[in-house]
């Protein structure tokens, strides 16, 4: 029975992250992680050829000795074991189950802020902190969008909560009820 990506990665990305918290290389190794799936959305490819059928093994091996060789100890047993286990194409929603743990732990939420300007850094910081309240997170990080469509106001999205304060929003439930 062949198990799902989603439980392979969770069950992988658990497992490395009970082995940094008990070796305290948690932040660390949260850096190297989010380093290695940066170069893997900047270089695609590498993934695919170390997944290929039509590579050769021992070509597979020698460009896996290159991302080993600049890996912590850790890292390094993983990517050789995703390889040897023929599941070096799941290494990408391992490294995100481990920073959702990591986020979990120490209660940070990602969130998307949609505004039809862009924020200056006193207006992203007073609604970090209100949505962290609301949220009952410590730390809020913020993707921002401009879209000129919502007219003003502010809509936001993370995992569990949507936000729509937007002036858009509002024009249309009045026309609505001039409507009714």
């Known amino acids: 029975m062949k198990l799902?990506?989603?439980?392979?990665?969770?069950?992988?990305g658990k497992a490395l992250f009970e082995l940094a918290e008990e070796n305290s290389q948690r932040q660390p190794m949260l850096i190297e992680l989010l380093e290695l799936k940066k170069t893997l959305q900047q270089q695609p490819e590498l993934l695919k050829v170390l997944d290929s059928k039509r590579v050769s093994y021992q070509e597979k091996r020698t460009i896996l000795q290159i991302l080993v060789t600049?890996?912590?100890?850790?890292?390094?047993?993983?990517?050789?074991?995703?390889?040897?286990?023929?599941?070096?194409?799941?290494l990408a929603a391992?490294?995100?189950?481990?920073?959702r743990l990591n986020d979990q732990l120490e209660k940070t939420v990602h969130a998307q802020v949609v505004t039809a300007i862009a924020l200056d850094e006193v207006q992203k910081t007073s609604l970090m902190a209100s949505f962290a309240k609301v949220v009952g997170a410590n730390k809020v990080i913020l993707e921002e969008k401009v879209d000129p469509e919502i007219i003003g106001g502010v809509v936001l999205k993370s995992n569990n909560h949507i936000y729509n304060g937007s002036l858009r929003l509002k024009l249309e439930r009045i026309k609505r009820l001039l409507l009714k």
């Open 4 to 12: 799902s990506k989603m439980t392979i990665a969770q069950r992988y």
């Open 70 to 90: 600049a890996a912590s100890p850790l890292v390094a047993n993983l990517l050789q074991m995703l390889f040897d286990y023929d599941r070096i194409d799941d």
């Open 94 to 99: 391992i490294i995100d189950e481990y920073v």
